[in-house]
């Protein structure tokens, strides 16, 4: 496993949500040409970005399966 952090995921439907941190597995770390398309774990750090990664955010990670 490793920890990335403030990198894109590709989530499909032209979009790349950037988590604060993603923890994905080793076999989604040889990515060079793309982002990776899911992650174990997705952490958003909110103060000012709250109603964006409450709403925008969580439905892009719902539809990839990553859990709230």
């Known amino acids: 496993m490793r920890a990335r952090?403030?990198?894109p995921l590709a989530a499909g439907d032209h979009?790349?949500?950037v988590p604060d941190?993603?923890?994905i597995?080793?076999?989604l770390r040889h990515?060079?040409?793309r982002h990776p398309d899911c992650a174990?774990?997705?952490?958003e750090l909110a103060a000012e970005s709250l109603y964006h990664n409450r709403t925008v955010k969580?439905?892009?990670y719902?539809?990839?399966g990553i859990d709230e």
């Open 15 to 17: 979009a790349e949500p």
């Open 31 to 33: 990515h060079k040409e």
């Open 25 to 27: 597995t080793d076999a």
């Open 58 to 60: 969580q439905r892009i």
């Open 5 to 7: 952090t403030d990198r």
């Open 62 to 64: 719902a539809r990839r």
């Open 40 to 43: 174990l774990l997705v952490v």
């Open 21 to 23: 941190i993603a923890v």
